[in-house]
T-cell receptor, first 115, second 115 residues
C-alpha cells in the first residue's frame, strides 16, 4: 500500500498566483515527520519545509506553507506568489519513528509556472 | 558548508566494468544514504549508514556494494550492472539517522548509464 499519495501528476499555475500541491499519507505511528522537497531539472533535491506530527501549528518557510490536517492525514504544500523558478518536480515525503532512517517519497507533482 | 558533493556527475559503463560513486559531506552528519531514482519517478531508498555502520539495506542486489570509510565519506561500488540499473543515484546526509524530524541534505546526483 502507498504510504504517501500525491494525486496530481502535473499542475499549471500562472505566475504570481498561489498553488496547492496535495499530499496524503498513511501511518499508524504516532511520531512521524512530513517533508516537501523540490527537484528542478538539474536533479538536486532541495528541502522546502517540515511538519512534525506533534506540531500544533502549520509550518511556514517564506513563500511555502504546509496545510497540515492530521485527522485527514493530509499535508498539502501551498506556494504563494508563484515564480518561474518554481517550475520543478515536488515530492512529499515521510519519516516514521518506528522505521528508523527511512525517508519515503510520494510519486511527485510536476509544477509548471506560466508567465 | 551545507553541501553534499557527489562525483562523478555523469558515468557511462559497460556491464562488465567496475566503477565507484563517491559522496562527501562536511556538516558533521553521522547518517548517510544512497537513493536510486528513475526518470519521472520518486527516489527509492537503497542503503542507510548510521555512525559508519550499515543500518538499512533495502534488499539491494549484491552488484551494488556500499562502503562508509568514515562519517564524511560514502562510496557505492558497482560491478556487473545491468542496463536497467541506469538511473540517477542520489546521496544524502542527515544529523543522526534515527529521528523523524531530521531533514536530509541531498547531493546533485550521479547520472549513470549502463550499456
Amino acid at each position: 500500500a502507498q504510504k504517501i499519495t500525491q494525486t496530481q501528476p502535473g499542475m499549471f499555475v500562472q505566475e504570481k498566483e498561489a498553488v496547492t500541491l496535495d499530499c496524503t499519507y498513511d501511518t499508524s505511528d504516532p511520531s512521524y515527520g512530513l517533508f516537501w522537497y523540490k527537484q528542478p531539472s538539474s536533479g538536486e533535491m532541495i528541502f522546502l519545509i517540515y511538519q512534525g506530527s506533534y506540531d500544533q501549528q502549520n509550518a511556514t518557510e517564506g513563500r511555502y506553507s504546509l496545510n497540515f490536517q492530521k485527522a485527514r492525514k493530509s499535508a498539502n504544500l501551498v506556494i504563494s506568489a508563484s515564480q518561474l523558478g518554481d517550475s520543478a518536480m515536488y515530492f512529499c515525503a515521510m519519516r516514521e519513528d518506528s522505521q528508523g532512517g527511512k525517508l519515503i517519497f510520494g510519486q511527485g507533482t510536476e509544477l509548471s509556472v506560466k508567465p | 558548508d551545507t553541501e553534499v558533493t557527489q562525483t562523478p556527475k555523469h558515468l557511462v559503463m559497460g556491464m562488465t566494468n567496475k566503477k565507484s560513486l563517491k559522496c562527501e559531506q562536511h556538516m558533521g552528519h553521522r547518517a548517510m544514504y544512497w537513493y536510486k531514482q528513475k526518470a519521472k519517478k520518486p527516489p527509492e531508498l537503497m542503503f542507510v549508514y548510521s555512525y559508519e555502520k550499515l543500518s538499512i539495506n533495502e534488499s539491494v542486489p549484491s552488484r551494488f556494494s556500499p562502503e562508509c570509510p568514515n562519517s564524511s565519506l560514502l562510496n557505492l561500488h558497482l560491478h556487473a550492472l545491468q542496463p536497467e540499473d541506469s538511473a540517477l543515484y542520489l546521496c544524502a546526509s542527515s544529523q543522526d539517522g534515527g529521528y523523524p524530524n531530521e531533514k536530509l541534505f541531498f547531493g546533485s546526483g550521479t547520472q549513470l548509464s549502463v550499456l
